[in-house]
């Protein structure tokens, strides 16, 4: 593969007909003479291209923006190329040999001035603007398993929490929360966390509504959805940006199954308050709702598809309980108010009739429902996803070949066919000791640490938050990820 930078347009002619006979040259001189003069050979024939720079083998690596190689020189990584087969390379694997050698990475244990000269609980206030000195891998090391040991013992492992997630660029082996996880089992167990910030709320309905938390599983394998589908709605997703990462390693399939569908001729729709990438270029219908308005228009799209008469009564009525209660609650029965198309419109502003129409065709077509995360981080976050697989039920195409509905198209290689070859297990976080402690919500964090002893409602059940004395984080950090970083620094502090 090869490499021009922005100022290749100045390469004359001339001079690329004058390298190329150089370069056709090379084949003879490598028989004809010693190897340093064919180095100086190339030598020459490399300068009639002042902008190129030639492809080389680099080490084989990856992270969260797909695979690469890369380019070391005299012991630094000074570039990086993608791998020959990626469908998609991702403009953010450039962005790595600063990451390796940024000017900011912390090399060298720090410790916190107060903390350090005066122990644990020295001015709090300062956490966050305080000084930082550096000591040694042994005292640092010190440091940190004594306060283990002192936390463990005075106040139990219910008062230390092995910290968020986060998004570190590791192997298997070297997966520092898992790390961390085995290393706090083995000094007496901890407080965990459950769910993530991506999908905290759509994760836990479905478990109940599907039986699978959905939005990390397998979705209908590409092939068969360019196939056999017939309209694709995009509910809230813009995969073209999202599809670039991934929380291991991307493969980038997804986008190549978007170009497919666009050079098949399907018609997407997607529904989405901004007219976004993704829409751009699959040549997208645009249907923008209000923000944070779905549930309001899927309802009016389910009450069309009954009016109508557009909805499979024999598969509600096989493969799911509970329609008569939202059946009840749709035509308005409790509340006087029938969820129609005019009452959807008041709420999520697009016009009735479009409402109607979008109805009528997914009812007409094999139709694969593609949505997306960010209409669930809202308060009630659980109704969109519970909302879109009852409208997917009563379109009675869950099952059928390119048909139903899918929560991750637009994440981690969502709909790339299924690996059948082995996996390379990573290190476990072991067992947990007995009786060791709930876990909290993820995003609960801030309130956990300013309310100890504060009782929720959590999954069907009720979480009561431990008094925590020590956080230990390795890989992540909660700052980037929480919601309201104000109140977080405040209740760290």
């Given at each position: 593969?090869?490499?021009?930078?922005?100022?290749?347009?100045?390469l004359?002619?001339r001079?690329?007909?004058?390298?190329?006979?150089?370069?056709a040259?090379?084949?003879?001189?490598?028989?004809?003479?010693?190897?340093?003069?064919?180095?100086?050979?190339?030598?020459?024939?490399?300068?009639?291209?002042?902008?190129?720079?030639?492809?080389?083998?680099?080490?084989?690596?990856?992270a969260?923006?797909?695979?690469?190689?890369?380019?070391?020189?005299?012991?630094?990584?000074?570039?990086?190329?993608?791998?020959?087969?990626d469908?998609?390379?991702?403009?953010?694997?450039?962005?790595?040999?600063?990451?390796?050698?940024?000017?900011?990475?912390?090399?060298?244990?720090?410790?916190?001035?107060?903390?350090?000269?005066?122990?644990?609980?020295?001015?709090?206030?300062l956490?966050?603007?305080?000084?930082?000195?550096?000591?040694s891998w042994?005292?640092?090391?010190?440091?940190?398993?004594?306060?283990?040991?002192?936390?463990?013992?005075?106040?139990?492992p219910?008062?230390?929490?092995?910290?968020?997630?986060?998004?570190?660029?590791?192997?298997?082996f070297?997966?520092?929360?898992?790390?961390?996880?085995?290393?706090?089992?083995l000094a007496?167990?901890?407080?965990?966390?459950?769910?993530?910030?991506?999908?905290g709320?759509?994760?836990?309905?479905?478990?109940?509504?599907?039986?699978?938390?959905?939005?990390?599983?397998?979705?209908?394998?590409?092939?068969?959805?360019?196939?056999?589908?017939?309209?694709?709605?995009?509910?809230?997703?813009?995969?073209?940006?999202?599809?670039?990462?991934?929380?291991?390693?991307?493969?980038?399939e997804g986008?190549?199954?978007?170009?497919?569908?666009?050079?098949?001729?399907?018609?997407?729709?997607?529904?989405?308050?901004?007219?976004?990438?993704?829409?751009?270029?699959?040549?997208?219908e645009?249907?923008?709702?209000?923000?944070?308005?779905?549930?309001?228009?899927m309802l009016?799209?389910?009450?069309?598809?009954?009016?109508?008469?557009?909805?499979?009564?024999a598969?509600l009525?096989?493969?799911?309980?509970?329609f008569?209660?939202f059946?009840?609650?749709?035509?308005?029965k409790?509340?006087?108010q029938?969820?129609s198309a005019?009452w959807?419109?008041?709420?999520?502003?697009v016009?009735?009739?479009?409402?109607r129409?979008?109805?009528?065709?997914?009812?007409?077509?094999?139709?694969m429902?593609?949505?997306g995360w960010?209409?669930q981080?809202?308060?009630?976050g659980?109704?969109?996803n519970?909302m879109?697989?009852?409208?997917?039920?009563m379109?009675?195409?869950?099952?059928l070949?390119?048909?139903?509905?899918?929560?991750s198209?637009?994440?981690?290689?969502?709909?790339?066919?299924?690996a059948?070859g082995?996996?390379?297990a990573?290190?476990?976080?072991?067992?947990?000791?007995?009786?060791?402690p709930?876990?909290?919500?993820?995003a609960?964090?801030?309130?956990?640490?300013?309310?100890?002893?504060?009782?929720?409602?959590f999954?069907?059940?009720?979480?009561?938050?431990p008094?925590?004395?020590?956080?230990?984080?390795?890989?992540?950090?909660?700052?980037h990820?929480?919601?309201?970083?104000?109140?977080?620094?405040?209740?760290?502090?």
């Open positions: 593969m090869t490499f021009f930078n922005d100022q290749q347009t100045n004359s002619r001079t690329l007909l004058k390298g190329l006979g150089a370069c040259a090379l084949p003879l001189l490598a028989g004809l003479f010693p190897k340093s003069a064919l180095a100086k050979a190339v030598s020459t024939a490399l300068e009639q291209f002042p902008t190129l720079v030639p492809a080389q083998k680099g080490i084989l690596t990856g969260h923006w797909g695979a690469f190689e890369a380019i070391v020189s005299e012991g630094r990584m000074v570039r990086v190329q993608p791998v020959a087969d469908p998609a390379p991702n403009d953010l694997i450039d962005m790595a040999p600063f990451q390796v050698h940024a000017k900011n990475r912390i090399k060298y244990p720090m410790v916190r001035k107060s903390w350090l000269e005066h122990g644990p609980g020295a001015r709090p206030e956490r966050g603007a305080d000084e930082w000195v550096r000591v042994e005292k640092a090391i010190d440091l940190v398993a004594g306060e283990i040991q002192r936390v463990q013992s005075d106040f139990g219910q008062a230390i929490h092995a910290g968020s997630y986060g998004w570190k660029s590791v192997g298997m070297h997966n520092s929360r898992t790390l961390l996880h085995r290393l706090m089992n007496g167990g901890f407080t965990g966390y459950a769910g993530d910030y991506s999908t709320a759509a994760q836990v309905i479905m478990s109940h509504v599907m039986g699978s938390i959905e939005v990390y599983e397998q979705q209908t394998a590409w092939p068969n959805v360019v196939e056999h589908a017939e309209l694709v709605v995009l509910w809230g997703v813009n995969a073209q940006v999202t599809l670039k990462n991934s929380w291991n390693m991307p493969d980038h986008q190549a199954g978007f170009k497919a569908l666009k050079e098949k001729g399907t018609r997407v729709i997607s529904i989405d308050p901004v007219y976004n990438e993704t829409a751009k270029q699959a040549n997208a645009w249907i923008a709702p209000n923000a944070y308005t779905d549930v309001a228009m009016g799209v389910a009450h069309t598809l009954y009016s109508e008469k557009k909805h499979d009564q598969f009525d096989r493969y799911t309980v509970g008569d209660t059946l009840a609650y749709l035509l308005g409790d509340d006087g029938p969820k005019e959807a419109s008041a709420i999520c502003g016009e009735a009739k479009v409402i129409q979008l109805a009528l065709d997914m009812a007409a077509k094999r139709t429902i593609m949505a960010g209409m981080r809202q308060h009630h659980e109704q969109p519970w879109l697989v009852t409208l997917a039920a379109l009675g195409q869950i099952g070949p390119g048909g139903g509905y899918g929560f198209y637009h994440y981690s290689s969502g709909g790339s066919p299924t059948k082995g996996i390379l990573g290190i476990s976080a072991g067992s947990a000791p007995k009786n060791s709930a876990p909290i919500p993820v609960r964090i801030a309130d956990c640490l300013a309310n100890p002893g504060k009782t929720i409602d999954n069907g059940r009720k979480v009561t938050y008094d925590i004395k020590l956080v230990y984080v390795a890989g992540g950090n909660p700052f990820h929480h919601q309201d970083t104000n109140n977080l620094l405040q209740a760290w502090r």
